[in-house]
């Protein structure tokens, strides 16, 4: 598959300093990794026509999804994820330490252009924009997240609409929520 990617916009908030799932390299060099995976046909369609997950080596990723143990403390937010967008919950996992894990998955996500421009949200002319690296504490990736899905799919500001059939939302959300029932984001600040 040849395609052009481009990054987002919007996944320029994984920075070092953020929660999310930052890559230690330049976009150039995340862009080359997408590229050489897509060619290895390490991807797969994601939750709709227009969405590609694609499995990238975890070497340089860092990730602040953590497995979380019994006594954690919880601690919520209400606000938006970018200027222009709905408040949302926000739950993070308050740790004495403040640090990213090193990733054992990594997913890069893309977003096809016309998709991207339902909501007028493209960065770009590109065919693909990558709009989120997801990294993982597991060898195997985890789904698209319950809550991440739920906003997609009834409309929220900055969602992409599912177009998901009841059966199959249902099947997505049991398998999210048993994987992230006992995972979280860690708090950094």
């Known amino acids: 598959m040849k395609t052009t990617v481009s990054i987002s916009d919007f996944v320029l908030r994984q920075t ?3 929660e999310f799932t930052h890559f ?17 046909d390490q991807y797969k369609d994601g939750y709709r026509d227009g969405v590609l997950v694609v499995r990238v080596a975890p070497g340089k990723f860092l990730t602040g999804l953590i497995e979380l143990i019994e006594g954690d403390i919880l601690v919520g937010e209400f606000k938006a994820r970018r200027e222009g967008e709905d408040p949302r919950q926000v739950i993070r996992v308050s740790r004495g330490w403040k640090e990213k894990r ?13 998709v991207l421009m ?18 993982y504490p597991t ?18 500001t900055g ?31």
Request: net charge negative; proline share 5%; glycine share 6%.
């Open 16 to 18: 070092p300093e953020s």
């Open 24 to 40: 230690k390299g330049t976009p150039d060099e995340l862009l080359q990794l997408v590229h050489l995976a897509i060619s290895q």
């Open 102 to 114: 090193q990733a054992k998955s990594v997913e890069v996500i893309l977003y096809r252009h016309d």
């Open 118 to 135: 339902e909501d007028d949200d493209a960065s770009s002319d590109a065919e693909w924009e990558v709009i989120a690296i997801n990294g």
């Open 139 to 156: 060898d195997e990736p985890g789904p698209i997240h319950f809550m991440t899905l739920m906003h997609n799919h009834c409309g929220s």
């Open 159 to 189: 969602g992409t609409a599912t177009n998901l059939e009841p059966e199959k939302l249902v099947e997505m959300l049991t398998e999210s929520f048993e994987y992230y029932k006992d995972k979280g984001m860690l708090r950094l600040d």
